[in-house]
């Protein structure tokens, strides 16, 4: 590490530790009561793992059943691309359910409905894949190495979509073990551990890090917080983290937070909470629902830790803008302004302030990106935005759009420089999310809503 100062004070809790011990001395002792002749088969390792698989579903002893799910783990890591996906098929094939058993227990249930004929079915219909995770569960680092093992999966699943229903058990059991209560908020400062600070800098996914000077600039400020989620089985590994700015206003462009060289303010001053930054850190954890808890809980911190704090605000990107609104002009259902009536004139006037046709460009990119955020769908009638879906699905509300707000190439290419403030309103976010989820009505401003309103759409056919 560059930099000396930065993790000096490392604090590792024992607990995890010496758990994770128990279970490699555990796993140690059990591989003398495994014979290996039973599943290893020379030159075939797919072939020997998933007969390793089978052995640890009928396994009962504990010490032989965290031996065979640490050795089975170790016999995957070695795998290549093609062998991993060889191997999730063959889990798929050979770890189906029992039909025939699931047949008689609901034949059973049928005839005689009772919690413990309907707990007989839910066995009998459960796919021995699912049991299969959970024991793999068992060995030491097992949790993570399920997490690695999930991104493979969702790398294969590109060339090979049925890979979906053992995608499905991922999901469901993730579910379970990454829930809210299973999960530590923890506020990540300058002297957390070196290794951790490397990694919040290898998992920045919205405003890249690209030094220890710029990690130090966002986390010892006074005004500057990162939070991040944390899960028992998953030592020293984040989940999922916010980057939060404390400002005396609701900003209007990221360069006013990431400036080098700015003013600093006192925490004591500070009425306004940014939410600037979001990174899942974790690419298994893909669709597990980790952000909304997080935003929820780091509000409440904030408010009991800063007096002042009124407002709780996003700097957000709009990641599908630019491709929509592209789209919209090529399908003839945009019309584009006066000034500017094809894209290239209009890409040119928005990027040069001197333009005569600049104010016209602006305007028009600030009622089209309201009506995307507020009124565009996709085909399956979903806001398109996975960044608004986001928020708003958390309860938080459409407040201000902001026009150039960054003008770094990936922003420009993505978004034309455009970003989003969503408010945070703490007494509305439950009665929002719940507008949102069961009725798909959106929060906005009045702002956003007369914007939205004069977007200039030829047609709304998406």
């Given at each position: 590490?560059?930099?000396?100062?930065?993790?000096?004070?490392?604090?590792?809790?024992?607990?995890?530790?010496?758990?994770?011990?128990?279970?490699?001395?555990?796993?140690?002792?059990?591989?003398?009561?495994?014979?290996?002749?039973?599943?290893?088969?020379e030159g075939d390792t797919v072939?020997?793992?998933?007969?390793?698989?089978?052995?640890?579903?009928?396994?009962?002893?504990?010490?032989?059943?965290?031996?065979?799910?640490?050795?089975?783990?170790?016999?995957?890591?070695?795998?290549?691309?093609?062998?991993?996906?060889?191997?999730?098929?063959?889990?798929?094939?050979?770890?189906?359910?029992?039909?025939?058993?699931?047949?008689?227990?609901?034949?059973?249930?049928?005839?005689?409905?009772?919690?413990?004929?309907?707990?007989?079915?839910?066995?009998?219909?459960?796919?021995?894949?699912?049991?299969?995770?959970?024991?793999?569960?068992?060995?030491?680092?097992?949790?993570?190495?399920?997490?690695?093992?999930?991104?493979?999966?969702?790398?294969?699943?590109?060339?090979?979509?049925?890979?979906?229903?053992?995608?499905?058990?991922?999901?469901?059991?993730?579910?379970?073990?990454?829930?809210?209560?299973?999960?530590?908020?923890?506020?990540?400062?300058?002297?957390?551990?070196?290794?951790?600070?490397?990694?919040?800098?290898?998992?920045?996914?919205?405003?890249?890090?690209?030094?220890?000077?710029?990690?130090?600039?966002?986390?010892?400020?006074?005004?500057?917080?990162?939070?991040?989620?944390?899960?028992?089985?998953?030592?020293?590994?984040?989940?999922?983290?916010?980057?939060?700015?404390?400002?005396?206003?609701?900003?209007?462009?990221?360069?006013?937070?990431?400036?080098?060289?700015?003013?600093?303010?006192?925490?004591?001053?500070?009425?306004?909470?940014?939410?600037?930054?979001?990174?899942?850190?974790?690419?298994?954890l893909r669709g597990i629902p980790?952000?909304?808890?997080?935003?929820?809980?780091?509000?409440?911190?904030?408010?009991?830790?800063?007096?002042?704090?009124?407002?709780?605000?996003?700097?957000?990107?709009?990641?599908?803008?630019?491709?929509?609104?592209?789209?919209?002009?090529?399908?003839?259902?945009?019309?584009?302004?006066?000034?500017?009536?094809?894209?290239?004139?209009?890409?040119?006037?928005?990027?040069?302030?001197?333009?005569?046709?600049?104010?016209?460009?602006?305007?028009?990119?600030?009622?089209?990106?309201?009506?995307?955020?507020?009124?565009?769908?996709?085909?399956?009638?979903?806001?398109?935005?996975?960044?608004?879906?986001?928020?708003?699905?958390?309860?938080?509300?459409?407040?201000?759009?902001?026009?150039?707000?960054?003008?770094?190439?990936?922003?420009?290419?993505?978004?034309?420089?455009?970003?989003?403030?969503?408010?945070?309103?703490?007494?509305?976010?439950?009665?929002?999310?719940?507008?949102?989820?069961?009725?798909?009505?959106?929060?906005?401003?009045?702002?956003?809503?007369?914007?939205?309103?004069?977007?200039?759409?030829?047609?709304?056919?998406?």
């Open positions: 590490m560059n930099d000396m100062s930065a993790g000096k004070n490392i604090d590792k809790s024992p607990k995890g530790f010496l758990f994770s011990e128990l279970l490699t001395s555990i796993a140690e002792r059990g591989m003398s009561l495994i014979d290996t002749r039973r599943y290893r088969r072939e020997s793992l998933l007969k390793l698989c089978g052995l640890l579903l009928t396994s009962k002893g504990e010490a032989s059943g965290i031996a065979m799910a640490r050795e089975a783990l170790a016999l995957y890591r070695k795998l290549d691309e093609a062998q991993k996906s060889a191997f999730f098929s063959g889990v798929l094939e050979r770890l189906e359910g029992d039909l025939d058993k699931a047949i008689t227990a609901a034949a059973n249930f049928v005839d005689a409905p009772s919690y413990t004929s309907l707990a007989v079915l839910n066995t009998a219909t459960r796919p021995r894949c699912s049991v299969l995770l959970e024991r793999l569960n068992q060995a030491p680092g097992g949790t993570l190495s399920l997490v690695r093992m999930r991104e493979d999966l969702l790398d294969a699943m590109a060339s090979d979509p049925g890979l979906a229903a053992l995608d499905w058990q991922f999901v469901k059991l993730f579910s379970a073990w990454f829930n809210r209560g299973f999960l530590e908020l923890r506020r990540i400062d300058w002297n957390a551990p070196a290794d951790l600070l490397e990694k919040i800098m290898r998992y920045e996914a919205v405003h890249r890090l690209d030094s220890w000077d710029e990690l130090r600039r966002r986390i010892l400020p006074e005004d500057r917080c990162l939070y991040g989620f944390f899960h028992p089985r998953l030592e020293g590994e984040p989940l999922i983290f916010v980057e939060v700015a404390l400002t005396d206003a609701v900003p209007e462009s990221i360069g006013t937070i990431l400036e080098r060289e700015r003013e600093e303010l006192s925490a004591d001053q500070a009425t306004t909470a940014v939410f600037y930054s979001i990174s899942n850190c974790q690419r298994g980790l952000g909304s808890f997080l935003i929820k809980q780091v509000v409440t911190d904030l408010k009991s830790r800063f007096a002042r704090l009124k407002t709780f605000v996003t700097l957000s990107p709009l990641p599908a803008y630019a491709e929509w609104l592209k789209a919209r002009h090529e399908a003839g259902e945009l019309a584009m302004p006066a000034a500017c009536p094809d894209w290239d004139t209009f890409r040119a006037a928005l990027d040069d302030p001197a333009s005569d046709q600049n104010a016209e460009a602006r305007r028009f990119v600030e009622s089209t990106a309201a009506y995307f955020l507020s009124k565009a769908r996709n085909d399956s009638g979903r806001i398109v935005d996975p960044v608004a879906r986001f928020h708003l699905g958390n309860g938080a509300s459409l407040e201000r759009v902001n026009v150039l707000a960054d003008p770094s190439p990936e922003a420009k290419a993505n978004a034309l420089g455009t970003m989003v403030n969503y408010l945070y309103a703490f007494n509305r976010i439950e009665e929002n999310h719940e507008k949102f989820v069961n009725s798909g009505t959106i929060s906005t401003s009045q702002r956003i809503s007369r914007l939205a309103n004069a977007a200039p759409m030829v047609h709304d056919s998406r």
